[in-house]
């Protein structure tokens, strides 16, 4: 049975665009400073707020970060090509108080929140946009998220204000830092995934490490003249990639959050129970 505090803040708010943070920092521990590196001749950063910026769901993307001096470049870099952004003075670790502070301040109308990582400059708009229909289209959904079989770099969650609220209320310790466990874990809250028309497990499309970020570049280059690429064309040249040059392998995801949880699963094991 779904919480009455989840059921008392649910409104009816179809008609209206979900809010859009996309959480980024300069002190990334396999790569600092890649969210700033210059993607296809722009920061990587604002490939991605561009690249989502076309959201026919959404509003327009917000940028959240921590407040230390290093990512005062990356609220500058926002603000300046029109973006908002924030950085709420809260843990620097402490993510989930980051997206409860920046919900209080600028969601008054509590409308569903998306959330999206900042190493994902591949993401797809559109699958962005499928999900936040999904979730729109059931109104005792509290939280949503991609299926396991899309690939790693094309992320994004949906969650209702109440559902936030809870999980800052419940959640503690190395959960803060990834918002969002105690929403699908907890067993009090309705869950949904968005499925994949195809399987693309395998697949690995974010930026983590130099490799990583060569590759990306290299999709870039090869799609510079179809800028509003997705999925289905990043997945025709990762094909021709493979078959041409090496190729980053798909490591298994969150491997640094399941260690430090002393979870002994795989990271699909853990979230989706397979």
């Known amino acids: 049975m779904l919480s009455l505090a989840v059921l008392e803040l649910r409104n009816n708010i179809k008609d209206t665009k979900a809010l859009m943070f996309v959480q980024a920092r300069m002190e990334s521990g396999r ?5 700033a590196r210059p993607l296809s001749g722009q920061p990587m950063i604002l490939r991605q707020l561009d690249r989502l910026s076309r959201s026919k769901t959404c509003e327009k993307p917000i940028l959240l970060t921590a407040a230390t001096a290093p990512n005062e470049q990356l609220l500058d870099l926002a603000r300046k090509h029109g973006y908002k952004a924030d950085a709420p003075e809260v843990g620097e670790n402490d ?3 980051r997206f409860w502070c920046a919900n209080f301040t600028m969601n008054p109308n509590n409308v569903p929140i998306v959330r999206i990582t900042g190493d994902c400059p591949l993401i797809d708009v559109a699958v962005v946009d499928e ?4 979730f729109n ?3 005792n959904m509290d939280y949503a998220s991609l299926g396991p079989e899309w690939a790693d770099g094309l992320d994004c969650e949906i969650f209702t204000s109440a559902a936030l609220n809870m999980a800052s209320n419940r959640t503690t310790n190395l959960d ?4 969002t466990p ?8 309705k869950c949904g995934r968005l499925p994949c028309p195809f399987d693309m ?11 990583d970020f060569m590759f990306v570049s290299r999709i870039f280059e090869e799609l510079e003249t179809t800028p509003n690429f997705g999925w289905r064309e990043v997945l025709g040249v990762v094909n021709y990639l493979r078959l041409n040059l090496v190729y980053p392998n798909r490591e298994n995801r969150n491997q640094g959050y399941l260690k ?4 002994n699963e795989s990271w699909e094991e853990f979230r989706f129970g397979k």
């Open 95 to 97: 993510v989930l108080a």
């Open 31 to 35: 790569l600092p400073g890649k969210v």
């Open 260 to 263: 430090q949880a002393g979870i």
């Open 201 to 211: 497990t395998n697949e690995r499309w974010c930026v983590d490490d130099e490799r």
């Open 131 to 134: 999900l936040v229909d999904m």
């Open 182 to 189: 105690y929403m699908y874990k907890s067993g009090l809250l």
């Open 176 to 179: 803060r830092e990834h918002v």
């Open 137 to 139: 289209n059931d109104n």
